[in-house]
């Protein structure tokens, strides 16, 4: 079988297996990887230290697969046509990124792809050598699927496509098989600056660079602390990911719904009450979140958004579901609960934080309070000077 023939052969296998897109890259030390370096010296990774482990690694994909000679990107689409996150605005409820509303990608991916490297290694007939990757390998799969046609680079820095928009899972297949190449697409982003204008938190420094320390999707994933108090009130609902930023992508408004049903909502995912997941015990985190890309944040790093949202909310029925979150066994609920508070009650949260504080042990929560507190006594000040 000559090389456009296989190439051809695997591209409709792809097809076929149920992936919406697939291209093919040569591998190599694409322009893209010199940015990327950049990026990580400019501390844009945060506390994703496992974005800063062997750059060369993931600069070239040889340092996985020493013979590899092609990189087979696939896409898979995962928009299930439900209202988008800025159409879903209710107080009393949180918004996780619909990525996560179904069972966790990963596997539905992964599971494609081992099939699709079965096929090419019979439809080879020789000893190819193949790795897949989902999402958690050193590869930069936004720059190897740009490259194999997949689609661009968008100033949001998610790859888009003419046809299917941005909803996209992305997986590779690295080979030690040459395959025929494709090309990467224009730039179609043009003028437009709606993702750049739309991020609440100004994530997005300038046109294709992210600073993920400011990414609401990185505050309520990758981050396992704090959340530093200047963004809180920017986070809006977000309990776990974020959407906006492709919500407003012009390219996104045909994008077409997926048929994968795995990826579809769980009715306790979808817009999700606030105070029902304020009570959520460790074994109801388990269960609700099983199998679900949502368990990644560990409750305590859940619940911590989930305090944040109700903050926001300004629903002062949920006080009750905050002061019960002030005992809670995580020291970083505690303290975001303690904000929580501050931002329903406002000044009438003064005597609870002190009764709480003579029985906080823990330090970071006590110093959030102490922060609240002479807050409060700040604005308590500045009123008395006005009056």
Same mark, same amino acid.
């Given at each position: 079988?000559?090389?456009?023939?296989?190439?051809?052969?695997?591209?409709?296998?792809?097809?076929?297996?149920?992936?919406?897109?697939?291209?093919?890259?040569?591998?190599?030390?694409?322009?893209?990887?010199?940015?990327?370096?950049?990026?990580?010296?400019?501390?844009?990774?945060?506390?994703?230290?496992?974005?800063?482990?062997?750059?060369?690694?993931?600069?070239?994909?040889?340092?996985?697969?020493?013979?590899?000679?092609?990189?087979?990107?696939?896409?898979?689409?995962?928009?299930?046509?439900?209202?988008?996150?800025?159409?879903?605005?209710?107080?009393?409820?949180?918004?996780?990124? *619909?990525?996560?509303?179904?069972? #966790?990608?990963?596997?539905? =991916?992964?599971?494609?792809?081992? @099939? &699709? $490297? !079965?096929? /090419?290694?019979?439809?080879?007939?020789?000893?190819?050598?193949?790795?897949?990757?989902?999402?958690?390998?050193?590869?930069?799969?936004?720059?190897?699927?740009?490259?194999?046609?997949?689609?661009?680079?968008?100033?949001?820095?998610?790859?888009?496509?003419?046809?299917?928009?941005?909803?996209?899972?992305?997986?590779?297949?690295?080979?030690?098989?040459?395959?025929?190449?494709?090309?990467?697409?224009?730039?179609?982003?043009?003028?437009?600056?709606?993702?750049?204008?739309?991020?609440?938190?100004?994530?997005? *420094?300038?046109?294709?660079?992210? #600073?993920?320390?400011?990414? =609401?999707?990185?505050?309520?994933? @990758? &981050? $396992? !602390?704090? /959340?530093?108090?200047?963004?809180?009130?920017?986070?809006?609902?977000?309990?776990?990911?974020?959407?906006?930023?492709?919500?407003?992508?012009?390219?996104?408004?045909?994008?077409?719904?997926?048929?994968?049903?795995?990826?579809?909502?769980?009715?306790?995912?979808?817009?999700?009450?606030?105070?029902?997941?304020?009570?959520?015990?460790?074994?109801?985190?388990?269960?609700?979140?099983?199998?679900?890309?949502?368990?990644?944040?560990?409750?305590?790093?859940?619940?911590?958004?989930?305090?944040?949202?109700?903050?926001?909310?300004?629903?002062?029925?949920?006080?009750?579901?905050?002061?019960?979150?002030?005992?809670? @066994?995580?020291?970083?609920?505690?303290?975001?609960?303690?904000?929580?508070?501050?931002?329903?009650?406002?000044?009438?949260?003064?005597?609870?934080?002190?009764?709480?504080?003579?029985?906080?042990?823990?330090?970071?929560?006590?110093?959030?309070?102490?922060?609240?507190?002479?807050?409060?006594?700040?604005?308590?000040?500045?009123?008395?000077?006005?009056?």
């Amino acid at each position: 079988m000559g090389i456009k023939e296989l190439t051809d052969s695997i591209k409709s296998e792809a097809l076929a297996l149920g992936f919406d897109l697939v291209g093919i890259s040569p591998v190599g030390d694409l322009p893209e990887n010199q940015f990327y370096k950049e990026w990580l010296s400019n501390g844009y990774a945060g506390e994703m230290g496992y974005m800063e482990k062997n750059p060369e690694r993931r600069a070239d994909v040889r340092a996985i697969l020493p013979d590899a000679r092609s990189v087979v990107s696939c896409g898979l689409n995962y928009n299930t046509g439900y209202p988008y996150s800025t159409q879903a605005r209710d107080g009393g409820k949180g918004w996780i990124a *619909r990525y996560a509303w179904g069972d #966790d990608y990963h596997e539905t =991916i992964k599971k494609k792809l081992e @099939e &699709l $490297k !079965g096929y /090419i290694h019979e439809a080879a007939r020789e000893d190819d050598t193949g790795v897949c990757y989902v999402d958690t390998g050193p590869v930069l799969e936004r720059n190897y699927a740009r490259h194999a046609g997949v689609g661009w680079t968008g100033k949001n820095t998610c790859i888009i496509n003419q046809q299917k928009g941005s909803w996209l899972f992305l997986g590779e297949i690295i080979t030690t098989l040459e395959l025929d190449y494709d090309t990467p697409p224009p730039d179609r982003c043009g003028t437009c600056t709606s993702c750049i204008d739309a991020c609440p938190t100004d994530a997005i *420094r300038e046109p294709y660079v992210l #600073d993920s320390r400011r990414c =609401i999707s990185y505050l309520t994933i @990758e &981050l $396992k !602390g704090s /959340i530093p108090m200047e963004l809180r009130d920017k986070m809006d609902n977000n309990i776990f990911g974020c959407d906006i930023c492709q919500d407003v992508c012009p390219w996104n408004k045909q994008a077409l719904v997926t048929e994968q049903e795995s990826f579809l909502p769980r009715e306790s995912i979808y817009n999700p009450d606030l105070g029902s997941l304020s009570r959520l015990s460790a074994q109801d985190f388990r269960d609700m979140f099983k199998g679900s890309p949502v368990k990644r944040s560990k409750r305590r790093g859940f619940l911590r958004n989930v305090m944040i949202a109700i903050g926001n909310s300004g629903d002062k029925e949920l006080i009750p579901r905050v002061k019960d979150c002030l005992e809670d @066994e995580e020291p970083l609920v505690r303290m975001h609960a303690a904000w929580a508070l501050w931002k329903l009650d406002g000044k009438k949260c003064e005597e609870t934080l002190m009764n709480h504080r003579k029985n906080e042990s823990d330090p970071e929560v006590l110093d959030e309070i102490d922060s609240i507190l002479q807050e409060l006594s700040a604005s308590c000040a500045a009123d008395m000077v006005s009056a």
